[in-house]
C-alpha cells in the first residue's frame, strides 16, 4: 500500500520563508513530484527529485532523503501569488507499470502581507 | 510544444443521468494517459491510465469507465451518475520517464 504523508495548512508572511515536508511509505520508489495548485485550477509541476539531495530551482527547492521516506519543498522569499496547495507526490512504479503517481493530500499555503 | 485539452469546463447532471468527459493531448505520441478525480480540499485519486489504445487499467471500482479509442484521446464515462461523482477531474500525460502533465480539468456536480 501507499501512504503519504503532508500538513494540511501553513501560514507564512510574506517575503518569509516556509518548509513544507512530506513522508511516504510506499511499496517502490520511482521519483517524488511536487506540484503547486491555486484554487481551482490544475495542478502544475513545480520539482522533481529521485536522487538523494538538494535540487533548486529559483525560490523553490526540494529535497529528498530516500532512506527516511521524506521529502521536503522550501519556499523562498515568499509571495503572495504563492497562496496556494503544495502536492507532494511519489511514483512508485516504473514505466511498464504506468509511471502512476500516488498524491498525497496536499498542503494548503496561506501567504499573508 | 505539447499541450492537453479537457471538455466540457463545467458540468452539472442529475443523478442517473450519463456522464462522458473527453481528453486530447497535442504534440507528443504513445502517451500514458490518467484520469483523476479530486473531491473538494483533498488530494488526487488516480481512477484510470492507458499506456496505449484500448489498454485501460482500473485503479477504484465505482461506476465509471474509460476509452482509449485514439492515441492521443482519453473518455471517462458512466451510464448513471450518482452523488458521489461531484468533483474535479483531471486527464493527465505523461511521455516517457517524464514528469505528468495535467489538462485544466472539468468541474462536475451532480444534483
Known amino acids: 500500500g501507499q501512504n503519504i504523508d503532508q500538513p494540511t495548512e501553513m501560514t507564512a508572511t510574506e517575503g518569509a520563508i516556509v518548509q513544507i515536508n512530506c513522508t511516504y511509505q510506499?511499496?517502490?520508489?520511482?521519483?517524488l513530484f511536487w506540484y503547486q495548485q491555486h484554487a481551482g485550477e490544475a495542478p502544475t509541476f513545480l520539482s522533481y527529485?529521485?536522487?538523494?539531495g538538494l535540487e533548486e530551482k529559483g525560490r523553490f527547492s526540494s529535497f529528498l532523503s530516500r532512506s527516511k521516506g521524506y521529502s521536503y519543498l522550501l519556499l523562498k522569499e515568499l509571495q503572495m501569488k504563492d497562496s496556494a496547495s503544495y502536492l507532494c507526490?511519489?511514483?512508485?512504479?516504473?514505466?511498464?507499470?504506468?509511471?502512476?503517481?500516488?498524491f498525497g493530500g496536499g498542503t494548503r499555503v496561506l501567504v499573508k502581507p | 510544444s505539447q499541450t492537453i485539452h479537457q471538455w466540457p469546463a463545467t458540468l452539472v447532471q442529475p443523478v442517473g443521468s450519463p456522464l462522458s468527459l473527453e481528453c486530447t493531448v497535442e504534440?507528443?505520441?504513445?502517451?500514458?494517459l490518467y484520469w483523476y478525480r479530486q473531491a473538494a480540499g483533498r488530494g488526487l485519486q488516480l481512477l484510470f491510465y492507458?499506456?496505449?489504445?484500448?489498454?485501460i487499467s482500473s485503479e477504484v471500482p465505482q461506476n465509471l469507465s474509460a476509452s482509449r479509442p485514439q492515441d492521443r484521446q482519453f473518455i471517462l464515462s458512466s451510464k448513471k451518475l450518482l452523488l458521489s461523482d461531484s468533483g474535479f477531474y483531471l486527464c493527465?500525460?505523461?511521455?516517457?520517464?517524464?514528469?505528468?502533465?495535467f489538462g485544466p480539468g472539468t468541474r462536475l456536480l451532480v444534483l
Open positions: 510506499t511499496s517502490g520508489f520511482n521519483g
Open positions: 493527465a500525460f505523461q511521455r516517457g520517464g517524464e514528469t505528468q502533465y
Open positions: 504534440g507528443t505520441s504513445n502517451p500514458n
Open positions: 527529485n529521485v536522487l538523494d
Open positions: 507526490a511519489v511514483r512508485d512504479e516504473g514505466r511498464a507499470a504506468g509511471n502512476k503517481l500516488t
Open positions: 492507458s499506456v496505449g489504445i484500448g489498454q
